[in-house]
């Protein structure tokens, strides 16, 4: 029923480096979250905002909804993209997510 002397002993006060050391671990998988996957969504996302930006008329897209088409017409947010002829449907231009065929400027035709 007594506590034993070596249980009741106050054990001694934690050390500044040893709080440090607890928290090392969680700084780890943190910096390894970064690298391995907010950098690279970040990098992704602006390549993404790059290739929207650059769109032109007669260019072939490919949208989120799986359309493929060429572009018709460009506004500030949307698109008008004809993907069959005489059919224009309008997208966001965010919706945009890969190129088919980049049209080529009309000197490198010749």
């Known amino acids: ?4 002397p070596a249980f009741a002993q106050a054990a001694g006060a934690p050390t500044g480096m040893s709080s440090i050391a607890s928290f090392a671990p969680l700084i ?3 910096v390894i979250m970064y690298f391995l996957m907010i950098r690279p969504q970040q ?5 993404h905002r790059a290739m929207v930006q650059a769109l ?7 949208t ?4 493929i088409g060429k572009i018709a017409a460009l506004r ?3 698109i008008e993209v004809e993907i069959a ?5 309008r997208v966001v231009r965010s919706s945009v997510t890969g ?10 035709n010749s």
């Open 1 to 4: 029923m007594f506590v034993t």
């Open 28 to 30: 780890l998988i943190f």
């Open 43 to 47: 990098k992704r996302m602006k390549e």
């Open 56 to 62: 032109k008329k007669g260019d072939e897209v490919v």
């Open 64 to 67: 989120q909804g799986g359309l």
């Open 76 to 78: 500030d947010e949307e």
């Open 85 to 89: 002829s005489g059919v224009k449907v």
């Open 99 to 108: 190129l088919v065929n980049r049209t080529q400027p009309a000197a490198a």
